[in-house]
C-alpha cells in the first residue's frame, strides 16, 4: 500500500460508480481489506425489512427451548424408570425372568423416544411465538411414556405367564389301582346276580364284558373313558355290598378310591362322551352317589347323561341305515335307563323330568326273556307314571278341581294297572323268591310313595274338614296319604336282611311315611286311627334299632325318630305312667313337649311333599335341608348337626368328605 493511500479517510461511493460496487466481485485469499489495519471507521446502514438479527435470533430462541424441553424430559423419563423397577421388584419374585422378553416383541411394542418429542414439536410449543410461555413441556410427554411404560409391563407379564403356563392336557388322575381279574370278576356277580343290589339298575347296566375287556392289557386304565368309569363304579358297588356292617368303615375307602377313578372321567366324558356307555356311565356313577346321600351330585350327572343322549338322537336322525348301526341296538336301554333315573329324582327332588313325551316316543324298551330286560320292562313304565305324575299335577299351573279330581283318578287307575301287570307284586307276603324279595319290596315302596305324591296335591288341608264338597274331596285324598304311609311301615315286615347300603338307599320311603303320620296324629290326636299310627311309628324305631344292633352307624336317625314318636305319643296321651314319662322325656332330651306341638302341628300342615321334607332330614340338597332343619332343628334338640353339609339323620359312613372326595384348592 502507497503511502498516499494511508491516513486518507474512506467515503460511501457516490450515486455515479454505485453500479460497480454492485457488481460481483471474485475475491481473492489475502486481497480483503482489514478496516482497522487501514485505521478506518466502518460505517453499516439498516437494511429495509430486516431487523438486527432477527432471525437468527428466533432460531436460538428454539433451540433453547428444545434444550429445556430435553432436560425435562430426561428427567421425567429417569424417575419412572425408577418407579418402574422398584415396582417390578414387588411384583416379579424373580426380576431376571421378568426381564426376559424377546427381542421382537420388545420392537413391535416399545416406542420410539423421538415420537414423544416430535409429537411435542409437532403441536404447541414449537408453534408458538416467541415470547409466549409453554405449558405443555411436560404434561404432552407424560401419558405417552406412560402408555409406553404400560406396554412394557404387560409384556413382562404375559412372558411370565407364558414361562410357567403347562401346555399339556387334561390327564385322568389313578386313585386306586384295579383289583386282580378273579377279583373283579368275583365283584361283578354280585351285581349281576342282584340279590342284595341296591338299585335294580345297576344290575340292568352290569355287562361281564366290561371285566373282560379291562383285562386284555396290562395297562391300569382304558382308553375308552366311559367304560373305565362304568368298570370301577362297579367294583365301588361291589365292594360296598360285599361289605358286612362291621367291616364297612374298613373297606369303605377301598371302595370310594374305586369311585374316585371313575368321577376323574366326568371332565372328559364332557368334552369326548358321544356314546351310549358315556352316557351309562354317567347313570352309573349317579346311583351311587344316590345311594349314599349326594343327591346334589346325582342330579347333576343325570343331566349330563340326557344331554348326551340327546346328542347321539341328533347322529341317528342324520344316519341314512339307522337299523344297521350298532349305536341305535343299544340305544333303547340307555334311553330307558336314564329315564329311570330322571324320573326317580322327580318323585324324590321335586326336579322337572328331564324327557317330554315327544322324546320318548321313539325308543320303546326291548322285549325280551332275560331278568334284567324284565327288571327294565317293570321300571320303565313306571317311570312314565311317574313323570306324568309331576307333569299334570305339578306343572300344569292352576286348574279347577274337578279337573285336577279327574286327573288324579286317571294317573291312580294307571298306577294300578302296573302294579297288577307284575303278578308276583300283587302279593308281597306270599314272594315267592326270597332272595329278591328286595326288589319287590322297593317295586311296593315307589308305587305307596307314588300314590301319596298324587293325592298331595297343592294344599294339604286338616282330616276332618268336611263342611264343603271341597274339603270332602280334599279329607279323600288325604285318607289315602295316610293309608300309602301305613301301608309302606307295614312293609318292614317284609325286610330282608341286606347289606347296610341297599338298606340306606329305601329308607326315605318309611321316614316320609313316618312324618307323614306323625302330622296326622298331631292334628286329629282323637281320631280312631291315632293309637294304631303310633304304633306304626313305633314299629319303624324298632326296625331302627335292629338295624343298629346289626352294625350300621344310623345313632342320628335312631335318636330322631325316637323323638318323633315319643311327641306323637305324648299328643294321644297313652298309657305310660308319669314316672316312665319323665324317665323318656330324660333319655331323649324332651321336656317340653305341651309347647312344642301347637307349633310343630301347624308347620307340618304346610308340607305339601312329604319325600322331599323326608330328603332334606338325610341328603346335601340346600333348598331341602334348609326346610328340615328349621323345621326340625329346635323340636328335636339337634340345633348342632345342621352345620354340616348333609341332613340330621345322615350317617357319617357315607360321608364323601370323609374319603376326600371333593376338590382340594
Given amino acids: 500500500m502507497s503511502s498516499e493511500t494511508v491516513g486518507r479517510t474512506w467515503k460511501k461511493p457516490t450515486a455515479t460508480n454505485q453500479a460497480r460496487y454492485e457488481q460481483p466481485t471474485e475475491r481473492k485469499e489475502g486481497s480483503q481489506v482489514n478496516c482497522s489495519a ?5 460505517q453499516y446502514t439498516q437494511r429495509k425489512q430486516r431487523g438486527p438479527g432477527k432471525s437468527k435470533a428466533y432460531i436460538q430462541s428454539l433451540e433453547d427451548r428444545l ?7 430426561q428427567k421425567s423419563t429417569e424417575s419412572q424408570e425408577d418407579s418402574s423397577v422398584a415396582g417390578e421388584q414387588q411384583e416379579l419374585p424373580n426380576p431376571s425372568q421378568a426381564d426376559n422378553v424377546s427381542p421382537t416383541t420388545q420392537n413391535n411394542i416399545e416406542l420410539n423416544p423421538m415420537i ?3 409429537g411435542v414439536a409437532g403441536g404447541h410449543v414449537l408453534d408458538s411465538e416467541p415470547g409466549e410461555t409453554s405449558s405443555t413441556d411436560l404434561s404432552n410427554s407424560n401419558p405417552m411414556r406412560a402408555l409406553v411404560q404400560k406396554f412394557k409391563d404387560l409384556n413382562r407379564v404375559r412372558q411370565r405367564i407364558e414361562d410357567h403356563l403347562d401346555r399339556e392336557p387334561f390327564r385322568r388322575h389313578i386313585f386306586s389301582p384295579r383289583p386282580p381279574e378273579s377279583e373283579a370278576r368275583a365283584l361283578a356277580l354280585i351285581l349281576t346276580d342282584g340279590e342284595d343290589n341296591y338299585s335294580p339298575l345297576l344290575t340292568i347296566l352290569t355287562d361281564r364284558s366290561i371285566i373282560d375287556n379291562q383285562y386284555t392289557t396290562n395297562d391300569d386304565t382304558d382308553d375308552d373313558p366311559g367304560r373305565w368309569a362304568l368298570f370301577n363304579t ?4 361291589g365292594v360296598l355290598l360285599r361289605a358286612s356292617n362291621e367291616s364297612l368303615d374298613v373297606l369303605s375307602p377301598m371302595a370310594w378310591g374305586f369311585f374316585k377313578n371313575a368321577y376323574s372321567t366326568v371332565p372328559e366324558l364332557l368334552l369326548s362322551g358321544t356314546d351310549t356307555i358315556a352316557c351309562e356311565a354317567f347313570v352309573s356313577m349317579a346311583i351311587f352317589l344316590r345311594a349314599v346321600g349326594d343327591a346334589r351330585s346325582y342330579l347333576q350327572l343325570t343331566g349330563a347323561a340326557a344331554q348326551v343322549l340327546r346328542i347321539i338322537t341328533l347322529t341317528k336322525r342324520q344316519e341314512q341305515a339307522p337299523n344297521t348301526s350298532p349305536l341305535v341296538e343299544k340305544l333303547p336301554r340307555a334311553v330307558w335307563v336314564t329315564q329311570i333315573a330322571s324320573s326317580d329324582a322327580t318323585m324324590k327332588y321335586g326336579v ?3 324327557y317330554g313325551d315327544s322324546e320318548l316316543e321313539e325308543a320303546v324298551p326291548t322285549t325280551g326273556d332275560g331278568k334284567s330286560i324284565r327288571s327294565l320292562h317293570i321300571m320303565a313304565n313306571l317311570s312314565l307314571i311317574q313323570s306324568r305324575i309331576h307333569k299334570q299335577l305339578y306343572l300344569s299351573g292352576d286348574r279347577k278341581e274337578d279337573d285336577a279330581e279327574t286327573v288324579r283318578l286317571r ?3 294307571d298306577l294300578d294297572e302296573w302294579l297288577q301287570a307284575v303278578p308276583a307284586l300283587v302279593d308281597i307276603n306270599n314272594y315267592p323268591d326270597e332272595q329278591n324279595c328286595i326288589h319287590a319290596v322297593w317295586m311296593h315302596f315307589e308305587y305307596h310313595s307314588a300314590m301319596i305324591k298324587i293325592h298331595s296335591g297343592s294344599t294339604l288341608p286338616r282330616p276332618h ?11 279323600r285324598d288325604w285318607l289315602k296319604c295316610t293309608s300309602a304311609a301305613r301301608a309302606i311301615i307295614a312293609l318292614l315286615r317284609n325286610f330282608p336282611r341286606v347289606p347296610f347300603i341297599t338298606m340306606w338307599g329305601l329308607i326315605c320311603h318309611p321316614l316320609s311315611a313316618t312324618l307323614l303320620l306323625l302330622a296326622a296324629v298331631l292334628d286329629d290326636p282323637f281320631s280312631t286311627e291315632a293309637l294304631s299310627d303310633v304304633n306304626l311309628m313305633r314299629q319303624f324305631v324298632v326296625f331302627l334299632r335292629n338295624q343298629q344292633a346289626k352294625g350300621c352307624g344310623i345313632e342320628k336317625i335312631v335318636d330322631g325318630c325316637s323323638k318323633l314318636h315319643y311327641i306323637a305319643a305324648h299328643a294321644i296321651k297313652g298309657e305310660a305312667s308319669p314316672a316312665e314319662t319323665i324317665a323318656l322325656a330324660t333319655r331323649l332330651g324332651l321336656f317340653d313337649v305341651d309347647g312344642v306341638i301347637p307349633p310343630l302341628r301347624l308347620e307340618l300342615l304346610k308340607v305339601t311333599d312329604w319325600m322331599q321334607l323326608a330328603q332334606g332330614l338325610l341328603t346335601n340338597l340346600p333348598g331341602l335341608k334348609s326346610r328340615a332343619d328349621a323345621l326340625f332343628s329346635k323340636v328335636l334338640k339337634m340345633e348342632g348337626r345342621v352345620q354340616g353339609e348333609f341332613g340330621m339323620f345322615a350317617p357319617e359312613v357315607f360321608d364323601p368328605r370323609r374319603y376326600n372326595f371333593f ?3
Avoid at 487501514?38 to 466502518?42: M, P, V
Avoid at 362297579?234 to 358297588?237: G, M, V, Y
Fill in 411 to 413: 294317573l291312580e287307575h
Fill in 116 to 118: 414423544g418429542l416430535h
Fill in 38 to 42: 487501514l485505521t478506518l471507521t466502518c
Fill in 663 to 665: 376338590f382340594k384348592t
Fill in 465 to 475: 274338614q268336611d263342611s264343603n264338597p271341597v274339603g270332602k274331596g280334599a279329607q
Fill in 67 to 73: 434444550e429445556r424441553l430435553e432436560a425435562s424430559f
Fill in 352 to 354: 322337572a323330568p328331564i
Fill in 234 to 237: 362297579l367294583l365301588a358297588s
